[in-house]
């Protein structure tokens, strides 16, 4: 039905039918968030496994690629989509590789449909800025993720010789250390992990708002996903104590270097770090509800990332920087787009009775009940230090002295739509955490 719709918008040339047709584009793709969403919430819930055996947190990877695919569409169709016929396939292809992705159980095959994610990505990243700042972020981009999948890839296939099979559920444990060492190395590259993350601030900061959004939102979370399916036979009993240490140490240095940043994408490519980070923390701890958590997590994450980069492409559109310094005062000439911008930072602050509170109230119980010290410097490091140096940035060009004096729009239909969305969508993962604590 998306296929029909974008090529029936592409062949319209009056511009008010392919308007129609656009709406309609959006109408279907947030219908089938929302049942996606609702399907979700019921899968946690009440364990219910209707129409497919789907893995959870497959489907919570399925979610985010419909919120990435929304957001990309919404803010780069005018430069990218409907310019050339075969744009409007992408993101046909995108959902049947995401489709692929969660069913398939042959990890040589799941490598390869991974691998197909990152050459658009390339694409996305080198055609949409030709410059040379953009060339360089796209060459940081592909050398470092092909480094992590050359180091995967090898794994793979050392794993294959070892066990003769391709199904990761005939495999009980990995024998060899150094196998295991390549699989870990592979995907904190990936993912990002500490200390490996310095590719993901160069290529936030050099590429496209829509593109941070479908990196952070999606293209991170892929990794997640294939990493997760790989832990089991890390035996993770006599491997935990490795593994936990450096996403904590992750953690730690992400918040610090919050501190030191005014590009305001640096910043939120730092907080994505931070996060996902945190988020390996209840997917080493391997018990019955860490499925749940990490599934929940990386939904909401998605939801927030994609708010925040929205609101820095907002930012670039109007004053042409995303310097914190240079943007002062906006309380003054946009009080719809400030009151958007407190809202999206109280949901991120994690307050009571906001989805993230819930997850890190978990996360941080855990560690605190496995080493109370360590609980207790992670705690103080994201709650306070992390938050502050984040939320600093963000209240100064809110509040600050004004420094740009002319006026500029405050918000577009268009983009008050997308706020709306977001953070309903937030409101509705909220809710759906209330029932699960």
Same mark, same amino acid.
């Given at each position: 039905?998306?296929?029909?719709?974008?090529?029936?918008? $592409?062949?319209?040339?009056?511009?008010?039918?392919?308007?129609?047709?656009?709406?309609?584009?959006?109408?279907?793709?947030?219908?089938?968030?929302?049942?996606?969403?609702?399907?979700?919430?019921?899968?946690?819930?009440?364990?219910?496994?209707?129409?497919?055996?789907?893995?959870?947190?497959?489907?919570?990877?399925?979610?985010?690629?419909?919120?990435?695919?929304?957001?990309?569409?919404?803010?780069?169709?005018?430069?990218?989509?409907?310019? %050339?016929?075969?744009?409007?396939?992408?993101?046909?292809?995108?959902?049947?590789?995401?489709?692929? *992705?969660?069913?398939?159980?042959?990890?040589?095959?799941?490598?390869?449909?991974?691998?197909?994610?990152?050459?658009?990505?390339?694409?996305?990243?080198?055609?949409?800025?030709?410059?040379?700042?953009?060339?360089?972020?796209?060459?940081?981009?592909?050398?470092?993720?092909?480094?992590?999948?050359?180091?995967?890839?090898?794994?793979?296939?050392?794993?294959?010789?070892? !066990?003769? !099979?391709?199904? *990761?559920?005939?495999?009980?444990?990995? %024998?060899?250390?150094?196998?295991?060492?390549?699989?870990?190395?592979?995907?904190?590259?990936?993912?990002?992990?500490? #200390?490996?993350?310095?590719?993901?601030?160069?290529?936030?900061?050099?590429?496209?708002? $829509?593109?941070?959004?479908?990196?952070?939102?999606?293209?991170?979370?892929?990794?997640?996903?294939?990493?997760?399916?790989?832990?089991?036979?890390?035996?993770?009993?006599?491997?935990?104590?490795?593994?936990?240490?450096?996403?904590?140490?992750?953690?730690?240095?992400?918040?610090?270097?919050?501190?030191?940043?005014?590009?305001? %994408?640096?910043?939120?490519?730092? !907080?994505?770090?931070?996060?996902?980070?945190?988020?390996?923390?209840?997917?080493?701890?391997?018990?019955?509800?860490?499925?749940?958590?990490?599934? $929940?997590?990386?939904? !909401?994450?998605?939801?927030?990332?994609?708010?925040?980069?929205?609101?820095?492409?907002?930012?670039?559109?109007?004053?042409?920087?995303?310097?914190?310094?240079?943007?002062?005062?906006?309380?003054?000439?946009?009080?719809?787009?400030?009151?958007?911008?407190?809202?999206?930072?109280?949901?991120?602050?994690? *307050?009571?009775?906001?989805? %993230?509170?819930?997850?890190?109230?978990?996360?941080?119980?855990?560690?605190?009940?496995?080493?109370?010290?360590?609980?207790?410097?992670?705690?103080?490091?994201?709650?306070?230090?992390?938050?502050?140096?984040?939320?600093?940035?963000?209240?100064?060009?809110?509040?600050?002295? #004004?420094?740009?004096?002319?006026?500029?729009?405050?918000?577009?239909?268009?983009?008050?739509?997308? $706020?709306?969305?977001?953070?309903?969508?937030?409101?509705?993962?909220?809710?759906?955490?209330?029932?699960?604590?």
């Amino acid at each position: 039905m998306i296929l029909i719709v974008c090529i029936i918008s $592409f062949f319209l040339n009056n511009i008010k039918q392919r308007n129609t047709i656009n709406i309609l584009f959006f109408s279907i793709l947030i219908v089938i968030f929302y049942l996606t969403t609702s399907y979700f919430v019921l899968f946690i819930n009440l364990n219910f496994n209707f129409f497919l055996p789907l893995n959870l947190l497959g489907l919570s990877l399925f979610i985010s690629g419909i919120i990435s695919a929304l957001m990309v569409y919404w803010l780069a169709d005018t430069r990218i989509f409907l310019k %050339k016929w075969y744009t409007v396939l992408v993101f046909p292809l995108f959902f049947f590789l995401i489709l692929k *992705l969660i069913s398939e159980t042959n990890y040589i095959n799941l490598f390869l449909i991974y691998e197909l994610f990152l050459l658009p990505s390339f694409f996305l990243v080198y055609h949409i800025s030709p410059n040379r700042r953009s060339i360089v972020a796209s060459i940081y981009f592909l050398t470092w993720t092909q480094f992590g999948s050359l180091l995967v890839l090898s794994a793979v296939l050392l794993l294959y010789i070892e !066990t003769q !099979t391709m199904y *990761l559920s005939d495999i009980v444990i990995i %024998k060899s250390f150094f196998t295991k060492c390549l699989l870990f190395i592979g995907f904190s590259i990936k993912i990002p992990m500490w #200390p490996y993350y310095y590719w993901l601030t160069k290529t936030h900061v050099e590429a496209s708002s $829509f593109f941070s959004i479908y990196l952070s939102g999606f293209l991170v979370k892929t990794a997640i996903y294939l990493f997760s399916l790989f832990l089991p036979i890390f035996s993770i009993n006599t491997d935990f104590s490795y593994l936990f240490v450096f996403a904590v140490v992750g953690v730690i240095d992400s918040s610090i270097k919050m501190w030191s940043q005014t590009d305001l %994408k640096k910043l939120i490519a730092y !907080t994505t770090i931070q996060e996902m980070n945190l988020l390996l923390i209840p997917l080493f701890w391997n018990n019955e509800y860490s499925e749940y958590l990490v599934a $929940f997590f990386i939904v !909401t994450h998605c939801l927030l990332s994609s708010l925040f980069f929205f609101i820095v492409d907002i930012l670039i559109k109007r004053y042409n920087t995303r310097v914190s310094s240079k943007i002062t005062g906006l309380i003054h000439v946009c009080p719809m787009f400030v009151c958007f911008m407190i809202i999206s930072i109280l949901l991120f602050s994690g *307050l009571p009775f906001t989805a %993230k509170f819930f997850i890190e109230f978990l996360i941080f119980s855990y560690i605190i009940n496995y080493d109370f010290l360590i609980g207790a410097i992670v705690l103080f490091i994201i709650s306070w230090l992390g938050l502050i140096g984040f939320s600093k940035n963000m209240f100064n060009t809110i509040f600050g002295a #004004p420094i740009l004096f002319y006026l500029v729009l405050d918000l577009s239909k268009r983009e008050l739509f997308i $706020f709306i969305f977001l953070i309903l969508s937030l409101v509705l993962i909220t809710t759906s955490s209330l029932f699960i604590y």
